[in-house]
């Protein structure tokens, strides 16, 4: 029996967990937590293999490598810890947003190379407009 796939929802539910991540990161601690928030275990292997949540973990790594230490919560107001904390999550998630950003590009370099270099497709091929989706059109004409 084929074990259950992560959905796109879920996929994002993760890297949102990795962006918004504290303290120590580690692949066991990870699936550990996933299992918590999703109801069902999945392995280091299976969460790796899907890029936005292997990029986010990288991300995440490097930010908590890199994180200057930060004063306790009891050394400044709880409004500044929150806008602290606001601040760090959007940078985590602006930091993994350009990842997938310079992961698309390689992919479109990719796509490019091959499509000129097969010479089948020229770039005014690969313009060429998606057909427009007629809704209200029936089907029984």
Not at 2 to 23: F, H, M, N, P, Y
Not at 31 to 54: A, C, H, M, S, Y
Not at 99 to 124: I, M, P, V
């Amino acid at each position: 029996m084929a074990k259950a796939r992560l959905t796109d929802d879920e996929i994002e539910r993760i890297v949102a967990l990795l962006i918004s991540w504290q303290g120590k990161l580690s692949w066991e601690l990870l699936t550990e937590r996933v299992e918590t928030l999703l109801k069902r275990p999945f392995t280091r292997q299976g969460l790796d293999k899907q890029d936005n949540i292997r990029t986010a973990f990288q991300q995440a790594k490097d930010r908590l490598r890199s994180s200057p230490v930060t004063p306790s919560a009891t050394e400044m107001s709880t409004e500044l810890a929150m806008a602290l904390g606001r601040v760090e999550r959007l940078e985590a998630e602006v930091a993994v947003l350009k990842a997938e950003r310079n992961r698309f590009l390689e992919k479109f370099a990719t796509w490019q190379y091959n499509a000129r270099s097969s010479g089948r497709l020229s770039e005014s091929d690969l313009n060429i407009p998606l057909p427009k989706v007629e809704r209200d059109r029936s089907t029984a004409e």
